[in-house]
């Protein structure tokens, strides 16, 4: 009591001397904006300042609790603006003041952790292990393991075997084709068999069939499953849609599913998931822990991990432990993960470490049923003759596995893929263990307690046991990838496998993203322009949130570990891709009904004909299996309106690019008559044949962020608009151009043997003039690089286990060096948009493309790839980046699009373990240099040799590789891939010491990879000639700051209403963590702080938020942050720590 006093008395002063400390920080800071005028000393000053930063700093600490009213003081001296609007260069928000000349504001927050290189490093792990894969006996990857016989006299072993089934939705049937044949029988067993004994219990992990299920059973059933969640008899565990694929799938998908599924649990069940199950995916993310974190949960279940690992984990008895984010200092982003040790998820694989003997405790396969052991030792129904021998010989097993674990508790499953489908295998299952647990029971000198449990009930005694003992886990840094899971079998073929749909994984993630957020908009300016909450009647907005809806789901299925991987059978694949595709079109339609509402002058005007839409895209889908095409625009004198969507948070200097039917065309802005720079270029109907009808028109567009923009083309007077110029090389046979619109030449004299060439105000690049590929590139800077791109093949090895959807086996060859009997032929086009440099070889087509433009989008090469490879039998095509930045035997590629890993490459493995999955990033780097590949879609890369990089761009597999598939991969399309390439200058580059060193991409890639990543979407408005006015949507003032990044704003569903959008938003934010070795030059546009606190009124300004509650990101109610916790009205200060996800749920208006 006394001391608490005192306590508030000293934190009451510290906080007065706070107050006036800023007061005199306010002060100088004002003195400090003198100074630039010359009128106050500058040492003196900057002493004052430094000294202040210091006491600041130590203020801060000890009033913690008072961080946001100094954030909001601080943010409102601080924070200066980059307004858009004047065009004004923008600005280092805050720390230029504070002495930190070299680095930039910002880093210092990301930079922290590189030294907290506490707990286990995996990659030290791998510098360690041997990788000699020796023969372990009963356990084959593993060892002997013994024991006395005495170690749970004291402690009992306290075991927990936990019923699942594993549902995959679509693999080699379709999701609905698994749901009719097994998955309603399974659940509605369930129901049944676990109501028959209360000991019973089960868990389930996938939603998408869990709801589709709800749906078709009636209310006295869901009382069932109610009753039963609340007995703890059943468990939903993860609770996402699907058991995702941690490899392929963007964090935005990983959320995005993992928020679709606790939504729909917490609306229908009210129970909230608290332990991760994830058995099956190939190789683990700490991604998807960080986001299991974030959603609440605080355990969780692994078990697809490379055999030598595990073996590794096994003998430290460290199978458990808590998984740490790489870059987190601090222990928040911690969760208890349990890794299973053996082969499998199945039961031969789960009782102990003999499959043998494991096996004879899977019921399911008693003599005479479909299935069997194929150890040769069938199971036998346990009675009163057997129980003792039966019990004792799987007490052996327990107990072997048990000496695995730190603890005494035990985790055992009981299952299998689609296992509990009839009821005689629930009896079998059930009853037998049933006489085994009894069995135990009636022993205590066996000193084992043995129950059916769920993952909660494990991790529960665990926690109890270790608490008890006072001990706790030990800390692990990075990820599970590449999975292997005997010899050299390496799971990396799936990183790659159908790139078509990949690539189509990531347009439907753009087109969602960029359609919720539109959505949320146009539902909160509605309710403000009719002041009483209500939305526009003539909008559809029940049909529109059912469109979101059945888009957020099917995005969500995809992200399945047998969807995005590309490993499931030919049909189910069409099924996916037709639900991507539907989902595509679906979205595009509530797009453009959103965007004719915020454009139109006058509201009253609005009115919604799907047949007739106002808007259209300026490009069209036809199938699942073809990649967009754009629409011919017919222009003439009068105005056509194109409508331009940014769907990123920053202001954005874009080509945007149209087709017309006129080779003179005209762009003005349509509010300012302004005309646009812009660039006719021929539409290539074939190499050598430019279309006489189609043109392409590109134009440089000023995007604000997250606006809407109106332009206007017309037709021109003939020869008024540039073209671009074409020049051709095809060695020893010189090509046949036919064109009349452009203005052609061919390489002459001296002239052809001459390196290509072109450059903008930031870079020139040199190509080969007999293949167009990419040789070197200067910066402005005057840093050189040896930048050559190749292309390669991989073929698959002699021996009998082939290269399929899931492995990866090229041979100890290697790759071959792309060839072709014909000198492909290059086109260079130069323009005053864009120029680049065309290669058409017989299986792809490769362009690198250089934008002329000023701020960051001109300083990255545009990389774009068509390949086609339909004519091939077990090939894969790559392309290789070989480069003389000296990179040693490190590379560095994104998890998920959300953390950098370092990767090594170690002679000890095969090339096959070398390649990792890339979903967005990789780069390589040396003290002065750093090139980055950013990529549009996911796929496989390597850096095989120093200096190199690699990515497969296609797979064409035609058999089977015995994992279960049961075909190969041969439905192979035209597919398309797009990068970006960046090569900047490092200074002070971090110099790596031992261990992993956490490395983020600079400001400029992420910029770069936002841009890629979620191009400007394009609508045409009807060419009526009686326009209604139209009018620029512009809902920010400013852009971001530029490492904060606009997850989503995502319309929740109405609590009353259901399949209705209700007037809470989640909005999520990621600050992102960046380098702080290459400052961008010129600076960008956006501007960064370097603090924590985030005053959202004012970077969302001037959108209004009345309410905002912070939440776990899948926005369950229970996570909210209380409401009294904060004030009542604006501001609303946010703390956005660097590589995190926020979470609000927020009302706009
Ligand atoms: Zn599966």
């Known amino acids: 009591m006394k001391r608490s006093r005192v306590l508030a008395v000293l934190v009451g002063g510290v906080f007065i001397v706070a107050v006036m400390s800023l007061n005199r920080m306010l002060e100088l800071m004002q003195g400090a904006g003198l100074k630039q005028r010359g009128e106050t000393p500058a040492g003196q000053v900057h002493d004052d300042l430094s000294h202040l930063q210091q006491k600041i700093d130590r203020l801060e600490h000890l009033l913690s609790d008072n961080n946001r009213l100094v954030a909001t003081l601080r943010d409102s001296l601080l924070q200066r603006k980059a307004p858009w609007e004047t065009g004004a260069r923008a600005n280092v928000s805050s720390d230029s003041a504070h002495g930190q000349t070299d680095r930039l504001p910002g880093c210092r927050l990301a930079d922290e952790p590189k030294d907290g290189a506490n707990g286990v490093q995996l990659l030290d792990v791998y510098d360690l292990l041997p990788f000699d894969n020796p023969d372990g006996g009963a356990w084959k990857q593993g060892f002997e393991i013994r024991y006395q016989g005495n170690e749970w006299d004291e402690q009992p072993l306290e075991l927990f075997l936990v019923p699942h089934s594993h549902n995959d939705p679509g693999w080699l049937k379709t999701f609905d084709s698994y749901y009719q044949d097994q998955t309603k029988h399974i659940l509605n067993n369930m129901l049944i068999k676990l109501s028959e004994d209360s000991r019973r219990k089960m868990i389930w992990a996938e939603i998408s069939f869990f709801s589709k299920w709800w749906n078709d059973i009636d209310d006295q059933k869901r009382e069932i499953v109610k009753r039963l969640l609340r007995a703890g008899q059943l468990e939903l565990v993860t609770g996402g849609w699907v058991m995702a694929d941690e490899a392929n799938s963007h964090y935005f998908a990983l959320l995005d599913q993992l928020i679709e599924g606790h939504q729909w649990i917490q609306r229908h069940l009210g129970v909230k998931p608290s332990s991760g199950w994830a058995v099956d995916p190939f190789g683990h993310s700490p991604s998807m822990t960080y986001l299991l974190k974030g959603a609440g949960l605080r355990d969780m279940v692994i078990q697809r991990v490379h055999y030598a690992v595990k073996k590794h984990f096994a003998k430290q008895q460290t199978l458990e432990f808590l998984w740490r984010q790489s870059w987190d200092s601090s222990s928040r982003s911690d969760i208890t993960c349990h890794m299973m040790p053996f082969y499998s998820y199945d039961v031969p694989h789960t009782c102990g470490p003999n499959p043998a003997i494991c096996c004879q405790f899977d019921f399911h396969r008693l003599p005479g049923g479909r299935v069997s052991c194929p150890w040769r030792i069938p199971p036998q129904p346990i009675t009163e003759q057997n129980v003792q021998e039966r019990a004792l010989l799987l007490l052996d097993q327990y107990r072997q596995k048990s000496r695995l674990f730190h603890s005494p508790v035990l985790l055992v499953s009981l299952g299998d893929d689609f296992r509990f489908v009839e009821s005689s295998e629930w009896d079998a299952q059930f009853s037998n263990y049933q006489k085994l647990f009894d069995y135990f029971d009636q022993h205590p000198e066996l000193h084992v307690k043995a129950r059916f449990g769920t993952l909660s009930d494990y991790f529960k005694a665990l926690r109890r046991r270790l608490t008890a003992a006072g001990t706790t886990l030990p800390t692990l840094r990075g990820d599970f990838f590449t999975y292997s899971d005997r010899d050299d079998h390496y799971w990396s073929g799936y990183f790659t496998s159908r790139p078509f ?97 915020l454009l139109l002058l006058d509201k009253s005007q609005y009115h919604y004909d799907q047949s007739k839409p106002f808007l259209k895209m300026d490009d069209v889908i036809s199938a699942q299996d073809a990649l967009p095409q754009k629409t011919l625009l017919t222009l003439s004198d009068e105005p056509r309106s194109l409508i331009i969507f940014n769907p990123t948070e920053q202001l954005r200097t874009s080509v945007i690019s149209i087709v017309v039917d006129s080779p003179d065309a005209r762009v003005v802005d349509a509010q300012t008559g302004q005309p646009m720079t812009a ?55 010189p090509p046949t151009i036919q064109t009349e619109h452009f203005q052609v030449s061919r390489p ?45 093949w991989y073929g698959t090895t002699r021996n009998r286990d082939k290269s399929g959807a899931y492995l990866f086996l090229p041979g100890e060859e290697g790759a071959q060096l792309y060839s072709s009997s014909e000198p492909p032929l290059v086109r260079v086009s130069r323009g005053p948009v864009f120029s680049d440099i065309t290669s058409c070889f017989r299986h792809f087509t490769h362009r690198v493309r250089l934008y002329h433009l000023e701020g960051h989008a001109g300083k990255s090469l545009e990389i774009s790839n068509m390949v086609d490879i339909r004519s091939e039998v077990n090939r894969e095509l790559a392309m290789r980046i070989v480069s003389n930045v000296a990179s040693g035997n490190r590379f560095y590629s994104d998890l998920n699009s959300f953390q950098m890993q370092q990767r090594r490459t170690l002679a000890k493995l095969p090339l096959q373990a070398h390649f990792y999955p890339m979903t967005s990033a990789s780069f390589l780097q040396d003290e002065t240099s750093r090139v980055s590949l950013l990529s549009a879609q996911s796929q496989a890369v390597a850096s095989l040799r120093p200096g190199e990089l690699e990515v497969i761009l296609d797979r064409r597999l035609q058999q089977d590789d015995n994992l279960g598939l049961g075909q190969g991969i041969t439905d192979n399309k035209l597919t398309a891939s797009l990068y970006q390439l960046l090569l900047e200058d490092r200074r002070g580059g971090a110099q790596e010491v031992g261990g992993a060193s956490v490395q983020h991409l600079s400001l400029l890639a ?89 005053n959202l009124d004012d970077i969302f300004s001037p959108l209004q938020f009345s309410s905002v509650r912070q939440s776990g990101l899948t926005l369950l109610r229970e996570d909210d942050e209380p409401e009294s916790a904060r004030p009542q009205r604006a501001p609303h200060v946010a703390r956005l720590r660097p590589m995190e996800i926020s979470a609000f749920r927020v009302e706009i208006g």
């Open 748 to 792: 002459e004299g001296p002239d052809t043997d001459a390196p290509l060439s072109l450059s903008n105000k930031h870079v020139q690049i040199w190509s080969s003039s007999e293949t167009g590929l990419l040789q070197k590139l200067r910066l402005q800077s005057g840093l050189v690089r040896q930048v050559q791109v190749q292309f390669l």
């Open 1006 to 1094: 992420h910029l770069t990879s936002l841009s890629l990543c979620h191009p400007p979407i394009t609508m045409v408005a009807t060419s009526d000639s009686q326009l209604p006015k139209l009018r620029p949507f512009l809902p920010l003032q400013s852009s971001l700051p530029c490492d904060v990044h606009l997850l989503n704003l995502r319309t929740l569903e109405d609590t009353q209403e259901a399949g209705s959008p209700s007037q809470e938003v989640a909005l999520l934010l990621h600050r992102k963590g960046f380098d702080c070795s290459s400052a961008p030059e010129p600076p960008l546009q956006c501007s960064w702080s370097a603090h924590e606190e985030v």
């Open 679 to 733: 660039q006719i270029s021929a539409v290539w109907e074939e190499p050598t044949l430019a279309s006489a009808e189609d043109f392409q028109l590109d134009f440089v567009a000023q995007l604000p962020p997250l606006s809407l923009v109106v332009y206007h083309v017309t037709k021109a007077s003939v020869g008024s608009a540039n073209r671009a110029r074409y020049t051709f090389h095809r060695r020893g046979n």
């Open 501 to 597: 749909y990949k690539r189509l994984d990531r347009t439907l993630e753009a087109t969602l993203r960029a359609t919720e957020i539109l959505f949320s908009l146009t539902t909160a300016e509605m309710r403000r322009y009719r002041g009483d909450g209500h939305l526009v009647a003539d909008f559809p907005a029940h049909q529109h949130f059912q469109r979101l809806t059945t888009g957020r789901r099917s995005l969500a299925l995809f992200q399945h570990h047998d969807g995005v991987t590309g490993t499931a059978r030919d049909p189910v694949v069409v099924d996916y891709g037709t639900r991507l595709f539907h989902s595509i079109l679906n979205l595009r339609q509530v797009l453009q009904s959103s965007a004719h509402w």
